[in-house]
């Protein structure tokens, strides 16, 4: 072999072991790496509640059918009665990966002044004060659980039941829905991604060559939220929201789901200046005017929505 021929040699190789490595850890780690409930250099507890963002709440603690313990916030706003709380629809809110509950709040107070709703939002295992470790089949148990609780509340609209998922939270709402869909009204998904294959080539691009759409790797993907396989089977009325200028999840994953999906009932919307989790704050007026008209339409007729925050 001439030096060139060694030369090219030692360097397939290196990137051979150094993609070697690359899988290995993704194989052998890939629940660490997806799941984020604590970002590092912030609280990893619960360190703000509802009460300071104008919420009235309750603490409710539930048990999954593994036995897991799970902490969750049923949000409705201040001075409503019970009468009142009854007759309003339930979006059950599906966080966003990185962090706990807490870090939504800002976000959770909007969307119950904005759209007169009652939030049940819930923690999903290893995440604030849930018990366990996060993989794909936990948040999936974690996710029924947290609809057989609401819809064993005799104070709820039980018939006003809505999913509302955001990023990975989506992607727990997609697979619920697709499982629970004669249970629930309705579906809001907020720029959620296609499957984790896709993300992991998005993420770590050399590895697009081994794993992806019809790549040899994907076994070693075990956490599949393969959201682009399961859409097609949900009939439900969905609203898909997209931020065009994501910088996390691609919008193209978004369209892409909007175009596989086969509901009669669905509604896409465009938010041309926002990026991954920014819609709601950049382009409020489309934002909660979206939100607001697909509820009406499919859901309920809800009470004069408040466009200033409460005080």
């Given at each position: 072999?001439?030096?060139?021929?060694?030369?090219?040699?030692?360097?397939?190789?290196?990137?051979?072991?150094?993609?070697?490595?690359?899988?290995?850890?993704?194989?052998?780690?890939?629940?660490?790496?997806?799941?984020?409930?604590?970002?590092?250099?912030?609280?990893?507890?619960?360190?703000?509640?509802?009460?300071?963002?104008?919420?009235?709440?309750?603490?409710?603690?539930?048990?999954?059918?593994?036995?897991?313990?799970?902490?969750?916030?049923?949000?409705?706003?201040?001075?409503?009665?019970?009468?009142?709380?009854?007759?309003?629809?339930?979006?059950?809110?599906?966080?966003?990966?990185?962090?706990?509950?807490?870090?939504?709040?800002?976000?959770?107070?909007?969307?119950?002044?904005?759209?007169?709703?009652?939030?049940?939002?819930?923690?999903?295992?290893?995440?604030?004060?849930?018990?366990?470790?996060?993989?794909?089949?936990?948040?999936?148990?974690?996710?029924?659980?947290?609809?057989?609780?609401?819809?064993?509340?005799?104070?709820?609209?039980?018939?006003?039941?809505?999913?509302?998922?955001?990023?990975?939270?989506?992607?727990?709402?997609?697979?619920?829905?697709?499982?629970?869909?004669?249970?629930?009204?309705?579906?809001?998904?907020?720029?959620?991604?296609?499957?984790?294959?896709?993300?992991?080539?998005?993420?770590v691009p050399p590895l697009s060559l081994l794993i992806g759409s019809g790549r040899p790797c994907n076994f070693l993907v075990t956490n599949k939220w393969?959201?682009?396989?399961?859409?097609?089977?949900?009939?439900?009325?969905?609203?898909?929201?997209?931020?065009?200028?994501?910088?996390?999840?691609?919008?193209?994953?978004?369209?892409r789901l909007y175009a596989a999906q086969r509901s009669p009932n669905c509604e896409l919307e465009q938010f041309t200046e926002a990026s991954h989790m920014?819609?709601?704050?950049?382009?409020?007026?489309?934002?909660?005017?979206?939100?607001?008209?697909?509820?009406?339409?499919?859901?309920?007729?809800?009470?004069?929505?408040?466009?200033?925050?409460?005080?």
């Amino acid at each position: 072999m001439n030096l060139f021929g060694r030369w090219l040699f030692r360097i397939c190789c290196g990137v051979g072991g150094v993609a070697g490595l690359a899988l290995a850890l993704l194989y052998f780690f890939q629940e660490k790496i997806l799941y984020v409930p604590r970002v590092p250099g912030l609280p990893s507890g619960i360190w703000k509640y509802p009460n300071e963002f104008h919420l009235e709440y309750e603490d409710v603690y539930l048990t999954t059918e593994d036995g897991v313990k799970l902490h969750a916030w049923l949000l409705w706003r201040r001075g409503w009665t019970k009468e009142t709380i009854k007759t309003r629809p339930v979006v059950i809110f599906f966080q966003e990966n990185a962090g706990n509950m807490s870090f939504r709040l800002p976000f959770l107070r909007l969307l119950v002044h904005r759209l007169n709703v009652v939030v049940f939002a819930m923690s999903y295992r290893g995440y604030g004060l849930s018990e366990g470790q996060p993989n794909q089949r936990g948040l999936q148990k974690d996710a029924v659980a947290g609809l057989r609780y609401v819809l064993s509340r005799d104070d709820l609209a039980t018939d006003k039941v809505v999913l509302f998922g955001r990023s990975l939270g989506g992607a727990v709402a997609v697979h619920l829905a697709a499982e629970q869909q004669q249970l629930v009204q309705a579906l809001v998904v907020e720029n959620t991604f296609t499957g984790v294959q896709d993300m992991v080539a998005r993420v770590v691009p050399p590895l697009s060559l081994l794993i992806g759409s019809g790549r040899p790797c994907n076994f070693l993907v075990t956490n599949k939220w393969s959201n682009i396989e399961i859409i097609p089977r949900i009939k439900l009325p969905m609203l898909m929201m997209v931020s065009l200028r994501d910088e996390m999840v691609p919008a193209s994953q978004m369209l892409r789901l909007y175009a596989a999906q086969r509901s009669p009932n669905c509604e896409l919307e465009q938010f041309t200046e926002a990026s991954h989790m920014d819609a709601y704050d950049v382009e409020p007026e489309q934002y909660w005017g979206a939100l607001a008209r697909f509820l009406t339409r499919f859901v309920d007729n809800p009470l004069e929505p408040h466009t200033q925050e409460a005080r």
